[in-house]
């Protein structure tokens, strides 16, 4: 797979508590540059972000994040509150307390109040593999099924582990045609991208894919 094939799949992303200004700019001049998918940013970076950038590239942001405990309607307002701003795309995390108890049409209701506070964005669901069984993980492919959502995506990049790729498998077994895969989170190689791509991965969350990009560039080899 051509490198420029792998970087369009990219959500180029800066999430760190610590990012200013300055930072988030660059990662938006990279996403320019190598034709990203989009780039993922904190919320009160949105709308400078989107003005920064126009319509040169898709600028997404995260809400509920990292942890998915606040409320259905404190989600919903950041959601409408972050496409206000100029997003478009949102990555909301689930509340994944409901999962572990098992009340999957709740998280799936959450969501589907999400999605409508979207206003016709994208949507990725967060579930976070790293905390759940795999029946969890199963059940909320469905749960995230018919919530309407656009993505199903595995790792927030904040709790233990990051995406693998058993679990990309999992999703693409489980969730309907219409739902597509986000992995995310540790993905820092060339050869674990394709292998995302190949089991089913629509999108990667990633920084280090760009890093390597522009490092080859410098090489005179892209």
Known sequence: MELSEILAKCDHTLLAQTATWDEIRAVCDDGMRFHCASVCIPASFVRQAKEYVGDRLPICTVIGFPNGYDTTAAKCFMATDAVDNGADEVDMVINIGWAKEGR???????????????????LKVIIETCLLTDEEKIALCGAVSDSGADYIKTSTGFSKAGATFHDVALFAAHVAPHVKIKAAGGISSLEDAEKFIALGAS????????????????????
Do not use: M, P, Q, W
């Open 104 to 122: 999957f049409d709740a998280v799936r209701d959450e969501i589907a109040a999400v999605k409508a506070a979207c206003k016709g964005r994208l």
């Open 203 to 222: 999108r990667l969350g990633t920084s280090r894919i760009v890093k390597l990009a522009k490092a080859d560039t410098s090489a005179g080899n892209y």
